[in-house]
């Protein structure tokens, strides 16, 4: 009966909260780590690089129950649903790309909200301890849900998103397709040589590109681009599967070059270019390179096809 009692209000308290959201929160500032890491103040994280929502909650073990036993687990049911709260803000906070938050879409869609709500039931408790607050004593949870793949935030979210599987702006012609990474459909083709011969005399293949966007004010998103300095967009309406981007996303982050180096999607021989402080129109998650640069990056995709492959890392300050 009890457990039927803290289930039904589990429910309750997940669905009041969602169905609360009538406007679009900010995000909440975002500490300094040493990893990829957007802190929400003491509440919850996101952690680019493994790609993990977490959040904590904390329920004081009342003074008033005989049994300490059952004031524990009263205390640790009241922090799992603190903790399944704060990580519907974490969710709120995601950005999915230059312009949007997960915010903007759990306020306007009856649908995500659900899958929202069935995210949080399906929280992963991943540690929960006993901790002092002053004279008092109070159980802390921590929950977890996956940035992508099966019951993720993107699953939940991005198959709403308008033009959900849209195209490269480059021409595509990959000689080397990863079996595990679908290649992408061509549309708007511009004209680039082919002519690499100076700028890779050994013609070792590029695995990937790496971007530096440390000290840009770039942000983390689930959908970045990479643009020219005029805003024109180089690479990131991609055409893919959209089951791929669910479990894998387009790009990925690092907080440095040389962790950049240390991923799958870098290969043996990535590209490094360093981004440009600011555009004309790019905003939050945008990436801007500079002409050449952009250039470039087209010429060598041309013949080593990595960007339609979604080897892309991009490098941002830890905090950024």
């Known amino acids: 009966m009890k457990s039927f009692i803290m289930l039904t209000v589990r429910r309750a308290v997940i669905s009041a909260v969602l169905m609360s959201t009538t406007c679009i929160v900010p995000v909440a500032a975002v500490a300094q780590s040493s990893d990829s890491v957007q802190r929400f103040g003491n509440k919850g994280v996101i952690d680019w690089t493994a790609g993990e929502l977490k959040a904590n909650g904390i329920g004081a073990i009342p003074r008033n129950v005989g049994n300490d036993a059952v004031a524990y687990l009263k205390a640790r049911d009241y922090a799992s649903l603190d903790a399944m709260r704060n990580l519907l803000m974490v969710i709120k906070g995601v950005h999915i790309d230059a312009t949007t938050t ?22 992963r408790i991943i540690s929960t301890r006993t901790i002092h607050i002053g004279r008092d004593e109070a159980v802390e949870v921590t929950v977890t849900v996956p940035m992508y793949g099966e019951n993720s935030v993107a699953s939940a979210i991005l198959p709403a998103r308008p033009g959900f599987g849209p195209s490269v702006s480059q021409n595509s012609t990959s000689s080397q397709t990863a079996p595990s990474l679908p290649a992408v459909q061509n549309q708007n083709t511009p004209v680039v040589s082919n002519n690499i011969a100076s700028d890779n005399p050994d013609r070792t293949p590029y695995t990937s590109v790496i971007i530096d966007a440390r000290g840009t004010g770039a942000e983390r998103s689930m959908c970045p681009k990479i643009v020219r300095e005029d805003g024109t967009e180089v690479w990131g309406t991609v055409n893919v599967d959209p089951r791929y981007v669910i479990d894998h996303g387009i790009a990925v982050y690092a907080n440095s070059i040389s962790a950049a180096r240390q991923l799958a999607r870098a290969g043996s021989r990535p590209l490094i270019l360093r981004a440009r402080d600011g555009g004309r129109t790019a905003s939050q998650s945008d990436v801007v390179l500079s002409y050449g640069d952009a250039n470039r990056l087209l010429l060598l995709n041309n013949r080593y096809g990595f960007l339609n492959n979604y080897h892309v890392i991009i490098v941002l300050n830890p905090g950024e």
Request: charged share 10%.
């Open 102 to 123: 997960g915010a903007n879409y759990i306020a306007t869609s009856s649908v995500i909200r659900a899958h929202v709500q069935g995210l949080l039931r399906g929280a």
